[in-house]
T-cell receptor
């Protein structure tokens, strides 16, 4: 079965420090991986995705993520955190050949708290 | 949130009532999706539609119904059969890349509707 794990419910980081939000996945076949961010009482905003090619993917608002096939991970990173980055982050996966359904499997989310 | 609108933003339902949540997109996207979000559980797929007049059940379709009569609209009805409907409901849409499957597309989300059962 396909699954996504975000092992940390919350990540705390000081403003200006680098941040990492972890994500591991389990799929049969090649994965397509996504990161979304959600601010309170809002919809999800797309940050970035990995489909194929370069393992380091750059996205919106200075975020990037590294695809690591051997570790089945797709951690979200940012070199210097901002207070405005504080939000709920979701990792999602879709398997290649997933019956062409487009169905995404979401992790449970990680709350990022950036303190001044 | 782009070109996807959901209404109302807040909705209150009495026991035994059916309610309909609206989702409209002006992005000319092919596929539309409904998700339910509960605290600490991520998002779960209720229904999805890849083409007009066709839709498929997701993981938690019981107690819900949908229609896709127009490309831009995908309303969700929460029926009285849904025993625990209080949640945040999110609609999404995606454009099928030309010549490729839906597997690689990006889903874009609306602002959500918060449904509360009184």
């Amino acid at each position: 079965a396909q699954s996504v794990a975000q092992p940390e419910d919350q990540v705390n980081v000081a403003e200006g420090n680098p941040l990492t939000v972890k994500c591991t996945y389990s799929v049969s076949g090649n994965p397509y991986l996504f990161w979304y961010v959600q601010y309170p009482n809002r919809g999800l905003q797309f940050l970035l995705k990995y489909i194929t090619g370069d393992n380091l993917v750059k996205g919106s608002y200075g975020f990037e993520a590294e695809f690591n096939k051997s570790q089945t991970s797709f951690h979200l990173k940012k070199p210097s955190a901002l207070v405005s980055d504080s939000a709920l982050y979701f990792c999602a996966v879709r398997a290649y050949g997933s019956g062409n359904t487009g169905k995404l499997i979401f992790g449970q989310g990680t709350t990022l708290q950036v303190k001044p | 949130d782009g070109g996807i609108t959901q209404s109302p933003k807040y909705l209150f339902r009495k026991e035994g009532q059916n309610v309909t949540l609206s989702c409209e997109q002006n992005l000319n996207h092919d596929a539309m999706y409904w998700y339910r979000q509960d605290p600490g559980q991520g998002l779960r797929l209720i229904y999805y539609s890849q083409i007009v007049n066709d839709f498929q059940k997701g993981d938690i379709a019981e107690g819900y119904s949908v229609s896709r009569e127009k490309k831009e609209s995908f309303p969700l009805t929460v029926t009285s059969a849904q025993k625990n409907p209080t949640a945040f409901y999110l609609c999404a849409s995606s454009l099928r890349p030309r010549g490729r499957s839906f597997s690689t597309d990006t889903q874009y989300f609306g602002p959500g509707t918060r449904l509360t059962v009184l």
